[in-house]
C-alpha cells in the first residue's frame, strides 16, 4: 500500500509540481491550501505524514500544530513544518510542539523531500509507536533529475516574477510605516516566503537566499523579538529593491557557486565575536581581525565582496582605514559598512564620505545587520547591473523636471 501524505500549503504552483514528483515517488497525496479544510481531510484521510506550511491564509500552521498533538490518533502523525526561512524563536516553537523536523523550503527539492519521507516512513512502521528521526535534514547533491526540474521551474519563475515584484512593493507604496502594522508584515512575509520557495526550485539561490532572510526578520518583527525602527525599516525596503532587481535579472542568477567572502576589522573581543555569529546567521563565513595594519595587508592580497570596518580602534580610525582601502585597486568598489557608536547625523555623514556605503550604530542588531550584509554582498556581485538600475531611477527623477523646464 503506497503511503499517503497530506500537502498543506496555498501555493498553487508549487503544490502542483511537489504533488506530482511525489507521486512519481511512489506517494499518494492530497493537497489542502487552507487549515480549515486540511482539518476535515485529516480526519477524513489520516495521511502517514504531513507537510505542513508555517503560514496559511486563515490559521497559523502552529496553530494546526497544536491541534494535532492533542487528540491520540494524530499526536504521533509524522508533521514536517515547511518554511522558507524559519527564525529561530519559530523554529524551537515548532520543535517544541512536536514538529518532527523542519523543512527549508529555500534548499528543499521534491527529490530530497522524496527521499526523506521514504527513510522516515520506514522507520514508523507502527504509527502508535514512532522511533526519533532528525529534525535536520542533510541534504544530498542534486541528481541530473533534480536539474532538469529547475530547467522546468526556470520557465514557471518567469512568468510569475512581475506579479511578486508589484507584490512586495506595494506594501511601501501603500504605507511609509509599514515596519509598524503587524498585518502588512505577516503579509510581506507570505510574499517573501513564495518568492524564497520557488527561486529555490528554480535554482535562483540568490533571490532565494536574501528573500528568506527578509521574511525572518519580517516574523522576528510581528513576534516582537526585534523592535521596528526607521533604520530597520529602512534596511528592509533596500532588501525588497535588491530583491526587485533581482527577480528582473533572473537569467543570470543560477551561474556559479555562491561563496563570497567577507573581511570584518572591530579592536573590541565582543564586537568581533558578535559580527562572526552574526555572519553565521546569513550561512556566510568571514575573516575576522582586531588590527588596522594587518586588514590593509590582507586587502592588498585578497579580493573580498564585502569589508565590515569599526570607526574607533587604535593606531587608525575607521574612516582613514576607509580612505586608505578606496585607494586599494582591487577595493575600489567593495562596500565598506561601518559599524559605529557614533549617532549623530552630521558625524555619521563625514563617515560616509570616507567612502563608505552604509554604517549601522552600535549597539548594533544582528537581525539588521544579517541583512544588510546580504544585501551588499549581492549587489557587489551584480554591480553593473544594479548601477545600471539605479542610473535608470536618476534619469526617471530628472525627466520630470526637465520635462518642465525645457532649455
Request: aromatic residues 6%; hydrophobic residues 45%; charged residues 20%.
Amino acid at each position: 500500500m503506497l503511503n499517503s501524505i497530506l500537502l498543506i500549503d496555498d501555493d498553487k504552483i508549487l503544490t502542483k509540481i511537489y504533488s506530482i514528483k511525489l507521486m512519481e515517488l511512489g506517494f499518494t497525496v492530497r493537497v489542502a491550501m487552507d487549515g480549515q479544510t486540511a482539518l476535515s481531510m485529516i480526519d477524513e484521510l489520516t495521511p502517514d505524514a504531513i507537510i505542513l506550511d508555517i503560514m496559511l491564509p486563515d490559521m497559523n500552521g502552529m496553530d494546526i500544530l497544536e491541534y494535532l498533538r492533542k487528540y491520540t490518533f494524530t499526536s504521533q502523525m509524522p508533521v514536517l513544518m515547511f518554511s522558507a526561512s524559519c527564525s529561530e524563536e519559530l523554529e524551537c516553537q515548532a520543535l517544541n510542539l512536536g514538529a518532527t523536523c523542519i523543512l527549508d523550503k529555500s534548499v528543499m527539492t521534491p527529490r530530497i523531500l522524496g527521499d526523506y519521507l521514504h527513510g522516515l516512513l520506514r522507520l514508523q512502521p507502527d504509527p502508535t509507536h514512532p522511533s526519533p528521526v532528525p529534525s535536520v535534514i542533510s541534504l544530498p547533491s542534486l541528481t541530473d533529475e533534480d536539474y532538469q526540474l529547475q530547467l522546468e521551474y526556470q520557465k514557471i519563475f518567469s512568468n510569475r516574477s512581475p506579479e511578486w515584484i508589484k507584490e512586495i512593493n506595494r506594501y511601501f507604496q501603500s504605507n511609509e510605516s509599514m515596519i509598524e502594522d503587524k498585518e502588512k508584515i505577516l503579509g510581506l512575509a507570505k510574499s517573501l516566503s513564495e518568492i524564497s520557495s520557488n527561486a529555490s526550485l528554480a535554482g535562483f539561490i540568490r533571490p532565494s537566499r536574501l528573500a528568506g532572510i527578509t521574511e525572518k526578520v519580517l516574523l522576528d518583527v510581528a513576534m516582537g523579538t526585534i523592535r521596528p525602527n526607521l533604520s530597520l525599516q529602512r534596511t528592509i525596503y533596500q532588501a525588497i529593491e535588491t530583491i526587485t532587481v533581482l527577480l528582473k535579472i533572473k537569467s543570470d542568477l543560477n551561474t556559479g557557486i555562491f561563496l563570497p567572502s567577507i573581511l570584518a576589522v572591530d579592536d573590541d573581543a565582543l564586537s568581533r565575536s558578535l559580527i562572526h555569529a552574526t555572519v553565521q546567521k546569513v550561512d556566510l563565513n568571514a575573516l575576522v581581525v582586531a588590527d588596522a595594519q594587518v586588514a590593509i595587508e590582507l586587502l592588498e592580497e585578497n579580493d573580498f565582496s564585502l569589508i565590515l570596518l569599526d570607526i574607533m580602534m587604535p593606531g587608525i580610525r575607521g574612516d582613514d582605514l576607509c580612505r586608505r582601502i578606496r585607494k586599494i585597486h582591487r577595493h575600489i568598489l567593495t562596500p565598506v559598512i561601518f559599524i559605529t557608536g557614533v549617532n549623530n547625523f552630521v558625524a555619521c555623514t563625514k563617515i560616509l564620505a570616507s567612502g563608505g556605503n552604509d554604517l549601522v550604530c552600535k549597539p548594533f542588531s544582528p537581525f539588521e545587520l544579517s541583512l544588510k550584509i546580504m544585501i551588499y554582498v549581492l549587489q557587489y556581485e551584480f554591480h553593473d547591473i544594479f548601477e545600471a538600475e539605479n542610473q535608470a531611477k536618476k534619469k526617471a527623477l530628472i525627466k520630470p523636471y526637465s520635462d518642465n523646464n525645457p532649455s
